[in-house]
């Protein structure tokens, strides 16, 4: 009878935390590599348990451009009948036109502080996002 009702209770339980809405949590950074959160001083959640979203990871993004660089002024040394000459001074910029590759360096850090949200039911947890710029 004690195995029957150590069952019915562990349903119980399990309904009760399959039905708890999401939720909103902070959590540390502790590992970058493999990335580990740490919720409290129990819980630390590792990769398998996270869903990263861009806001944390780094990723590229490809960009159109049309502008110009900013001035620069330079001269240019060279050979010339064994002698080693220099171009005088020039300033002058370039046209950067067209579609570029960019890098966003969202990666999370340690010691970063992060938003997650709980899935419901607990399993998987969603970090949104670090909160302020890292600091709490």
């Keep these: 009878m004690s195995e029957l009702l150590q069952l019915i209770k562990q349903a119980a339980m399990e309904?009760?935390?399959?039905?708890?809405?999401?939720a909103v949590m902070i959590g540390k950074v502790?590992?970058?590599a493999p990335l580990e959160i740490q919720l409290d001083q129990k819980l630390?959640?590792?990769?398998e348990f996270l869903v990263l979203t861009k806001a944390v990871v780094d990723?590229?993004?490809?960009?159109?451009v049309d502008h110009?660089?900013?001035?620069h002024t330079h001269s240019h040394s060279y050979q010339d009948d064994s002698t080693s000459r220099t171009t005088q001074p020039h300033t002058h910029n370039h046209a950067y036109v067209g579609t570029k590759?960019?890098?966003?360096?969202?990666?999370l850090k340690v010691d970063d502080h992060v938003i997650l949200l709980r899935v419901q039911g607990g399993q998987e947890y969603i970090v949104l996002d670090v909160v302020g710029g890292g600091i709490l």
């Design 68 to 71: 110009t660089t900013e001035s």
């Design 30 to 32: 502790v590992s970058a």
């Design 15 to 22: 309904q009760v935390e399959s039905s708890k809405p999401v």
């Design 59 to 64: 990723y590229s993004i490809n960009m159109t």
């Design 101 to 107: 590759s960019f890098t966003i360096h969202n990666k």
């Design 44 to 47: 630390r959640l590792t990769e």
